[in-house]
């Protein structure tokens, strides 16, 4: 099994920034890829950042310059950088990776539990 465990969402006012991180465990034998999705009550879960195969980040396009995402592939763990937080940022922040248990095992997607963004105006 593997295990998405996020960290350092919080509270902050608009204008402000905040470090998400994400550490992937567990048996793994390869990481397809890894980032960071958010979701709001009553709306869909949308993308903010995600590493793909081909090693090119995609962001959601209410993010793009405000937010940058990076990783440690040594580590399975990535990171969001969020600056310039507005209060439409508001939201769980979930991690999600897609991986492989061992050598010809099908992809696998797996999701952290969730950390809160809150940003006040």
């Known amino acids: 099994q593997v295990q998405l465990v996020e960290s350092g969402g919080g509270l902050v006012q608009a204008g402000g920034s905040l470090t998400l991180s994400c550490a992937a465990s567990?048996?793994?034998?390869?990481?397809?890829?890894m980032g960071w999705y958010r979701q709001a009550p009553g709306r869909q879960r949308e993308l903010v950042a995600v590493f793909t195969t081909g090693g090119i980040t995609d962001y959601g396009d209410s993010v793009k310059g405000r937010f940058t995402a990076s990783r440690d592939i040594a580590k399975n763990t990535v990171y969001l950088q969020m600056n310039s937080l507005k209060p439409e940022d508001t939201d769980v922040y979930y991690c999600r990776c897609t991986a492989r248990r061992e050598l010809g095992s099908p992809l696998t997607v797996h999701w952290g539990q969730g950390t809160q963004v809150t940003v006040s105006s």
């Open positions: 567990g048996t793994i034998f390869s990481i397809n890829d």
